[in-house]
């Protein structure tokens, strides 16, 4: 199982990379709009930071089907290798799509909101497809209709990978590794809410006042 980022704050990055397994980053426009720094920036920052077996996957911005396909080339072009395209299923989205894979690149098919747009962008080629969970929920029950997306894929043999993405709690995220997803990519506040169980906390404090208390110290070597 794949977990990944969805940030373009380098410095989130370089932590959460320290603390877990990290298999990549993603980003989208709007969060590299709201990071207040230009596109080559953030790349350039990701794509030097993460190891050769680290995935990037970075989304087009053009909504034209040769606009698209540029910017798809030049985005798996950012590093030697791991480096994925994410591309809307709009119609032209879809066009897109299966060009990009007769070219050979990687792609991520994003922007879903149905089981049945991803499964289409799977039979186009898709590496990765990445259903928006939380947004789902406007809809219909966003982490069933993934869990549905999931036995969809497996039913036809099929190996296209689900990356759920647009995770607001942690319920969304546990639901859908408990369902095999094949991956998540979490912004940083729902990965550090994964992280901090205050008990967690709680009970340290605990074991290390009651070894003060009874041995004068609060390590295990004297
Ligand atoms: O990267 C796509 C997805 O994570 C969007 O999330 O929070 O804008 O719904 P959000």
């Not at 877990?20 to 920052?45: C, D, H, R, Y």
């Not at 549905?148 to 099929?158: E, F, V």
Request: proline residues 4%.
């Amino acid at each position: 199982m794949e977990f990944v980022l969805d940030t373009a704050d380098i410095d989130e990055v370089k932590e959460l990379d320290g603390l877990l397994t990290i298999a990549g980053v993603t980003t989208n426009p709007t969060i590299i709009t709201k990071s207040g720094k230009q596109s080559e920036e953030v790349f350039a920052q990701l794509a030097d930071y993460l190891k050769p077996e680290q995935k990037l996957f970075a989304q087009t911005i053009s909504t034209d089907y040769d606009g698209m396909l540029a910017e798809a080339r030049h985005i798996c072009g950012l590093r030697p290798k791991n480096t994925y395209v994410k591309i809307p299923v709009t119609r032209t989205g879809l066009r897109v799509i299966k060009a990009a894979k007769a070219e050979g690149l990687g792609v991520l098919a994003t922007a879903i909101y149905s089981a049945d747009e991803a499964f289409l962008a799977a039979l186009n080629g898709a590496d990765y497809l990445a259903p928006y969970v939380n947004r789902m929920c406007n809809y219909c029950d966003g982490v069933g209709q993934v869990v549905g997306l999931i036995r969809m894929l497996a039913a036809q043999g099929m190996d296209t990978k689900v990356m759920a993405a647009s995770f607001k709690n942690v319920e969304q995220v546990r639901e859908l590794i408990a369902a095999g997803i094949q991956a998540v990519t979490v912004q940083p506040p729902v990965v550090h809410a994964m992280i901090d169980h205050p008990g967690t906390e709680i009970a340290v404090a605990e074991f290390t006042e009651n070894w003060k208390n009874a041995y004068g110290r609060t390590t295990l070597l004297a």
